[in-house]
Each structure stands twice: as C-alpha cells, then as structure tokens.
C-alpha cells in the first residue's frame, strides 16, 4: 500500500465519521450511517484496487476511472446543492414564522399594556365636549 493510499482512506474514514456524527437530523441517522459505511467500502477499495475503478468505468462505458469519479462528483455536488437550497428555504419559511410569531406577541402585549394603563373605572367624561363648567350632581 502506498502513503497517498494510507492518508486517502484514514481522511474518509474522518470526513465521514463527522458527517455521521456531528450533523443534525436524528430522523435519518440510521440511513446516514448505512450510506457512510458504504461510501467507506467503496472509496477504500477504489483506493485499494484503482484498476477495479477502471473496468467499472469502461462497463458503465467511461474510458478511465478517474472520469468516471469526476462524473460521480458532479452528481453529488448538484445534488448538494439542490439539497442545500432545500434547507435555506425551509429554514427561511421557519423565520418567517417566527417573525409573525413574535409580531403579534408584540402586538398583543402593547395592547395589554395600554389597557393596563387605562383604569377601568375611569371618571373621564364619556364625551369630550362634556366640560361646560356647569355643575351636573
């Protein structure tokens, strides 16, 4: 086993132990992990046995294995970003949420307030005009 070899394979065992551990979603840590352990088996042995990677490609009808790995990244890269976008909208449609949330919790709380400040047994006149200097009792 050559060095570059050793140093791929302990860097994907580490990216996606990461992954798996320190990422949110508890819902699908199970496929999570299933997904990983075979992304792990396939990298380690594309590394292990590079030639196998070749004649997986001219199968599929892609001349080398490394453009065949290449073609494989583009796949994953537009569908992270697609997933990505995914998330950015259902978490900007949570804050929006929250924003009318907090709004008309505010708003509530201003007009408790305001009610607050005025007694209920007030004395004011019921009419603006009432106060013509005249003694009504």
């Known amino acids: 086993m050559f060095l570059i ?3 791929l394979i302990v860097g994907i065992v580490i990216a ?3 992954a798996v551990r320190f990422l949110p979603g508890d819902r699908s840590l199970a496929l999570k992990r299933i997904i990983a352990l075979l992304f792990v088996i396939a990298a380690v042995l594309a590394i292990i046995f590079p030639d196998a990677l070749t ?3 001219n199968f599929v009808g892609v001349g080398r294995g490394a453009d065949l790995l290449l073609y ?11 997933a990505t976008v995914r998330a950015k909208a259902r978490s900007d449609a949570r804050v929006t949420d929250l924003a009318r949330a907090v709004a008309l919790l505010e708003a509530r709380l201003t007009e408790r307030m305001r009610d607050a400040d005025e007694p209920s047994g007030s004395t004011k006149p019921s009419k603006p005009n009432d106060d013509d ?3 009504h009792a």
């Not at 796949?75 to 697609?82: G, H, N």
């Open 133 to 135: 200097g005249e003694d």
């Open 16 to 18: 996606t132990t990461a």
């Open 55 to 57: 004649t997986i490609a």
């Open 5 to 7: 070899q050793f140093i």
């Open 72 to 82: 494989i990244l583009v796949v994953m890269v537009l569908l992270f970003a697609v």
